[in-house]
């Protein structure tokens, strides 16, 4: 079956078209049934235009907070009717509101590092690979994993890939190393929620 998503953005969008993708090739057996941000005009509701899918804003600005956005996004997502909810660059921490609402509705998150390490509030962006170069670790990575009410980074793992980090590294070369993974460990991850065919044997 089909796996219908909501992909929720902030920007520049690389993930989503890792799945945009992946899901055109038939590569992946889901369907984005919307894209939603919490910025407007961001380069990632261009990607979604492009490919035909439909995508809504909800700024906190436009709300009265953000229990309020995060309400309405989340009455959004289950009316459209996704049953997995994907993380790809979203900047905001997801208001406990938001899982009552879509109980049973599994969330994932995309780290640029190896969770636990290199996670929590504030970490994010280049202060991530900075933290991972300033530490003298050999490897970094990304990690796929599941989001759960009041906390940051510490959902199970669902998907995790390495990538060396090499002498004369910067944050701008590392982040572009583990961000090729990104892309894979997505899809990847996506792939896990995708319900198994039923076997018919004669
Ligand atoms: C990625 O590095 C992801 O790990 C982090 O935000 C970035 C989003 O990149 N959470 P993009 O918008 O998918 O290109």
Redesign the pocket.
């Known amino acids: 079956m089909t796996l219908p998503i909501a992909v929720l953005?902030?920007?520049?969008?690389?993930?989503?078209?890792?799945i945009l993708d992946a899901c055109a090739s038939a590569e992946l057996d889901a369907r984005v049934a919307i894209v939603v941000s919490n910025h407007a005009g961001v380069?990632?509701l261009q990607r979604a235009a492009l490919a035909g899918v439909p995508s809504a804003v909800f700024t906190v600005r436009a709300y009265a907070d953000r229990d309020a956005a995060h309400t309405a996004m989340a009455a959004t997502i289950a009316g459209i009717g996704a049953e997995l909810v994907v993380?790809?660059?979203?900047?905001h921490i997801l208001a406990p509101v938001f899982f009552v609402r879509l109980r049973g509705v599994p969330v994932i998150?995309?780290?640029?590092a190896l969770l636990p390490l290199f996670g929590g509030r504030g970490m994010?962006?280049d202060k991530?690979h900075q933290a991972v170069l300033s530490s003298g670790a050999t490897e970094s990575g990304?990690t796929v994993h599941r989001v759960h009410p009041e906390t940051v980074d510490l959902g199970e793992v669902v998907v995790q890939r390495r990538v060396p980090v090499l002498p004369g590294d910067d944050a701008a070369t590392l982040?572009a190393r583990?961000?090729d993974e990104?892309h894979i460990a997505i899809v990847e991850a996506i792939r896990r929620f995708v319900p198994a065919e039923a076997v018919t044997r004669v």
Not at 87 to 91: I, P
Not at 109 to 112: D, E, G
């Open positions: 953005v902030s920007g520049r969008g690389s993930n989503l078209q890792a380069p990632a993380l790809a660059g979203f900047d998150n995309l780290h640029p994010h962006g991530v990304c982040a583990v961000l990104e």
